[in-house]
């Protein structure tokens, strides 16, 4: 399998090392393709071609770039380690969801909220 031109755009704007770590909406920007195509190429990369493209999601210095060392790599396994977590305690809570008593046990804070809701416009 051969890179196509939009796995060739995103790979070249990728930053290589932490430092200056990319968001998917600069990338957008910059290539011009959707946010849908840059995902799509940055799958296509880490799964086919074995780009250890990797995310720092926590501090200030967020986005994706290119591992270059052991550490590098070791701070996005975490960030993806955290994202698996974080859905699987969400398929868990729609898999116990009450199709039938949500709405009856929201509905005490639905009226108290609508109540204020109508207090501040009055006001």
Not at 9 to 17: C, D, E, F, H, S
Not at 35 to 48: M, Q, T
Not at 85 to 90: G, I, L, V
Not at 116 to 122: F, I, N
């Amino acid at each position: 399998m051969s890179l196509t031109m939009i796995e060739y755009k995103v790979l070249n704007i990728m930053p290589r090392g932490a430092g200056y770590p990319v968001t998917t909406r600069n990338i957008c920007k910059a290539t011009q393709l959707s946010e849908r195509e840059v995902r799509g190429a940055i799958s296509d990369l880490i799964s086919l071609y074995g780009v250890p493209i990797v995310a720092n999601r926590s501090g200030r210095n967020t986005g994706m770039f290119i591992a270059t060392d052991a550490a590098e790599l070791n701070i996005g396994i975490a960030s993806y380690k955290t994202q698996v977590t974080t859905m699987n305690a969400r398929i868990k809570a729609i898999e116990r969801a009450n199709l039938d008593g949500w709405q009856l046990a929201l509905k005490p804070d639905i009226k108290r909220l609508e109540a204020q809701s109508r207090h501040v416009q009055g006001a």
